[in-house]
């Protein structure tokens, strides 16, 4: 005699409506994270929430070919191409824009340009990373509450 058995591996299971073709995708912070497909504009849903509302959304600097998402310190990390060039930047406070027109500070990593903290408000920061080599893919570490970037290429840290 065979059983079968149905064995579903999820608890739950929610389909998000969005707007486009999504590209690339991911998790972190209750959030999904759709990229859509030509990968200029970031979409984000709670997923925590029934029917997975909108967050927010946002434009990114260039075509976003990875993305990443920290837990520690709620922030993405994404690997952009522009102009031919390849770029390693971070998003934080993301969660500000609710409104595509909300504020948005933009600086290098290391170079405190009198942003929202100074200023008294709290808006999204894009930190562009400088690098030597072209990245080809990144991974978010969390080591003793602190979290860490690693680019595969090469082999160095940041910290947020």
């Known amino acids: 005699m065979v059983h079968v058995y149905n064995c579903h591996p999820f ?17 972190g912070g209750g959030a999904l994270f759709v990229v ?4 200029c504009k ?3 849903y709670n997923v925590e929430q029934e029917g997975c509302p909108l ?24 690997i952009e191409e522009k102009n031919s060039a390849i770029y390693l930047r971070a998003y934080t406070n993301w969660r500000y824009q609710a409104e595509e027109k909300a504020r948005v500070g ?12 100074v200023r008294g408000g709290v808006q999204m920061e894009i930190i562009e990373i400088p690098l030597s080599e072209r990245p080809v893919a990144v991974a978010v570490l969390l080591y003793k ?14 910290l947020l």
């Open 11 to 27: 608890s739950s299971q929610q389909i998000v409506q969005v707007e486009q073709e999504p590209g690339l995708v991911c998790c």
């Open 36 to 39: 859509a497909t030509g990968g």
């Open 42 to 44: 970031v979409e984000a």
């Open 55 to 78: 967050i927010c959304r946002f434009a990114t600097m260039g075509t976003v070919k990875s993305i990443q998402h920290s837990k520690i310190g709620d922030y993405l990390v994404t």
């Open 106 to 117: 933009v600086r290098l990593l290391g170079h405190l340009l009198g942003g929202a903290s």
């Open 145 to 158: 509450r602190r979290s860490f970037w690693l680019p595969v290429r090469t082999l160095w840290f940041c």
